[in-house]
């Protein structure tokens, strides 16, 4: 089950009891830094960019019918749920240009360099994002953040312990803060309509569903339900 919208609408109804039961709570912590990151749009053009390239393919169907099909070409990406000693998740909020907020809040994530492992992208994005490290690593699996156009995989990652060792290193044009949440902060972000990313969700969501797993691989615990989940140190 990897497709990005039918995992966040399972999420969803996860979630339902508490989105019934949500009176409407402000989010001070979120809306604030919300607020200070977003953009304006001013205009767009339309261009190839370095991350992507639009394809064309012809497919045949089961029913024998030949197609083509344009898809976006990108790079795999990975995006890691951290969550520090204090039972906290590192989010980071930037401007986004192509969505109506024109910012959103989401987990630290960004694409697999060349010949490089999707672990040790995610853990280079969580250092160069916001400057947290970790030693313990585990492994979501992957999902399809838009199948139709896009067949890159999006790898998981959820990270433990993680401790603040130095400042971002962002690129050129990158303008990111940090905020600490706690999981009930995540939760009503989620439910308010505030955390919208999907990778993110997604991630968020497996932790959730994982948990028992997680816990028992943390100490060492091998099950049948866990087998799916690794486990790694770097």
Same mark, same amino acid.
């Not at 039972?87 to 909020?93: G, K």
């Not at 585990?138 to 999902?143: A, S």
């Not at 790898?155 to 060792?165: E, I, K, M, P, R």
């Not at 100490?219 to 049948?224: F, M, P, Q, R, S």
């Given at each position: ?7 966040? #609408?399972?999420?969803?109804? +996860? ?28 205009? &767009? ?26 898809? /976006?070409?990108?790079?795999? !990406?990975?995006?890691?749920? %951290? ?6 998740? @590192? ?26 492992? !999707?672990?040790? #992208? #995610? ?9 947290? &490290? ?19 995989? @999006? ?13 971002? @290193? ?8 940090? /905020?600490? +949440?706690?999981?009930? &902060?995540?939760?009503? %972000? ?7 990313? %999907? ?9 959730? +569903? ?20 690794? +486990?790694?140190?770097?």
């Amino acid at each position: 089950f990897l497709d990005a919208s039918s995992l966040i #609408a399972y999420m969803r109804i +996860l979630l339902n009891e508490e989105i019934q039961n949500y009176k409407g709570q402000d989010n001070d912590k979120l809306d604030d830094i919300l607020e200070k990151c977003k953009c304006t749009q001013l205009g &767009e053009t339309q261009q190839g960019g370095s991350f992507y390239k639009l394809m064309e393919r012809m497919v045949e169907l089961p029913d024998g019918t030949i197609q083509k099909i344009q898809f /976006v070409k990108k790079k795999p !990406a990975a995006i890691v749920l %951290a969550i520090t000693k204090n039972n906290e998740f @590192v989010c980071i909020v930037q401007p986004i240009a192509n969505c109506s907020e024109g910012v959103l809040p989401e987990f630290p994530a960004g694409y697999l360099e060349e010949t490089e492992e !999707a672990t040790k #992208a #995610a853990l280079r994005e969580l250092l160069e994002e916001t400057g947290f &490290e970790t030693k313990k690593v585990i492994c979501l699996g992957y999902h399809y953040q838009d199948s139709d156009i896009n067949g890159e995989r @999006v790898y998981g990652y959820c990270a433990l312990d993680c401790n603040q060792v130095s400042e971002q @290193v962002l690129d050129k044009g990158e303008y990111i803060k940090t /905020v600490l +949440l706690s999981q009930e &902060e995540i939760k009503k %972000a989620i439910i308010s309509g505030k955390l919208l990313d %999907a990778n993110s969700l997604i991630v968020f969501m497996k932790m959730l +569903l994982f948990r028992e797993r997680i816990q028992g691989l943390e100490k060492g615990k091998e099950t049948k339900a866990n087998k799916n989940i690794d +486990l790694i140190h770097e």
